[in-house]
T-cell receptor, first 114, second 110 residues
């Protein structure tokens, strides 16, 4: 089954404790992206990657890091989480050859930083 | 900064009514997508429009891309409770960066 998986689905942590949210896709997609979703603000893009070893900032990259060492994986790293990073996070992937970037989303990770 | 403005933000209607959701921008986009999201799940793609003036139909849903490729609309005919959810428009440039509208929360009451 074609899918995007994220782990963990729920995470409660404390300020400053480094964490990683994993994302994996099995569709051989070149394009992968991370979003955060907050009430009233919709989905905002954090980082995206057009291919292995190629990453670019989205609209809200501050406080986040990503890496793309393999095509299927695109982890999101919070080196020193803060309460304003409490949010619902989605990973997505797309085949960018069509240039429309139709996104396949993962199930989401709800992060709470206290 | 490119922005996508969706309206209305909230819509509560009775089953059988028609509705239209709008997605507007001052920027020109190469394509525009509509997604639907249910609580606890990720958004799911409904349609992509690419050509200015394009109209696409998906059962009772009709999607239109503006002639200038700056705006789009989603029209639902005879809404049903199963249409309840968050509707999001999204646009991409050819750089790969995507932006989303704030979303329209639709509630259809039986």
């Amino acid at each position: 089954e074609a899918q995007v998986t994220q782990n963990p689905r729920y995470l409660i942590t404390v300020t400053g404790k480094k964490l990683t949210v994993t994302c994996s896709q099995n569709m051989n997609h070149e394009y992968m992206s991370w979003y955060r979703q907050d009430p009233g603000l919709g989905l905002r893009q954090i980082y995206y990657s057009m291919n292995v070893e190629v990453t670019d900032k989205g609209d809200v990259p501050e406080g986040y890091k990503v890496s793309r060492k393999e095509k299927r994986n695109f982890p999101l790293i919070l080196e020193s989480p803060s309460p304003n990073q409490t949010s619902l996070y989605f990973c997505a992937s797309s085949s960018w050859g069509t240039a429309t970037y139709e996104q396949y989303f993962g199930p989401g990770t709800r992060l709470t930083v206290t | 900064t490119q922005l996508l403005e969706q309206s209305p933000q909230f819509l509560s209607i009775q089953e059988g009514e028609n509705l239209t959701v709008y997605c507007n921008s001052s920027s020109v986009f190469s394509s525009l997508q509509w997604y639907r999201q249910e609580p606890g799940e990720g958004p799911v793609l409904l349609v992509t429009v690419v050509t200015g003036g394009e109209v696409k139909k998906l059962k009772r849903l009709t999607f239109q891309f503006g002639d200038a490729r700056k705006d789009s609309s989603l029209h639902i005919t005879a809404a049903q409770p199963g249409d309840t959810g968050l509707y999001l428009c999204a646009a991409s440039s050819n750089t790969g960066k995507l932006i989303f509208g704030q979303g329209t929360t639709l509630q259809v009451k039986p």
